[in-house]
């Protein structure tokens, strides 16, 4: 979002191959898995589900934690952080911590990253992130944390906007 050509495609670059369909269409399964979890929460939720909240809002914190590799203990704190980082505009949810939302989701990245690099590589974006060349250089950490709370933020805001009021059309 603030990098100009030609640094944003030297950043884009090494994500293209684990983000091609093939790859992704690789993920349908653990996906689904995320998807019964989430139904199944909702059963004992109570009599009323709140479509947005209960179902369309964890998805896409669960997915980006499950390619990222984070813990799954994570995942609801990172949820939760992004909820408060983007709830600016939602008078339900409005709070006045987003800034401190937004330095604790870095500092969580960060933090990670830190952890990670001192691990055995894995077979997720968090090992492409850290090991990809960014116009001959690795990404550090504060890179790191940034790319995060980019990928978090808009892939919450987009994709629960997108699951709640999508139309459900599939050739299968």
């Keep these: 979002v603030a990098m100009d050509p030609p640094r944003h495609?030297?950043?884009r670059k090494p994500l293209v191959?684990?983000?091609k369909a093939k790859v992704i269409e690789g993920l349908e399964a653990q996906i689904r898995v995320i998807c019964r979890d989430i139904m199944a929460e909702t059963?004992?939720?109570g009599p009323v589900v709140e479509f947005v909240h209960?179902?369309?809002a964890p998805l896409p914190t669960?997915?980006?934690g499950q390619l990222m590799g984070?813990?799954?203990q994570d995942w609801s704190y990172i949820h939760q952080l992004a909820e408060r980082m983007l709830a600016g505009q939602d008078p339900e949810v409005v709070s006045a911590d987003?800034?401190?939302s937004l330095l604790e989701m870095v500092g969580y990245a960060m933090s990670f990253a830190a952890t990670r690099r001192l691990e055995e590589p894995r077979?997720?974006?968090t090992t492409v992130l850290l090991n990809g060349d960014f116009g001959g250089h690795l990404m550090t950490d504060a890179d790191f944390g940034s790319f995060f709370v980019q990928l978090v933020g808009a892939g919450n805001d987009t994709t629960k906007t997108m699951t709640s009021s999508g139309d459900r059309k599939s050739t299968r």
Excluded: C, S
């Design 17 to 19: 191959d684990p983000f």
């Design 70 to 72: 984070l813990p799954e």
């Design 98 to 100: 987003g800034a401190g």
């Design 9 to 11: 495609g030297q950043y």
């Design 43 to 45: 059963v004992h939720a």
């Design 62 to 64: 669960r997915v980006i």
């Design 123 to 125: 077979p997720d974006l």
């Design 54 to 56: 209960d179902v369309a």
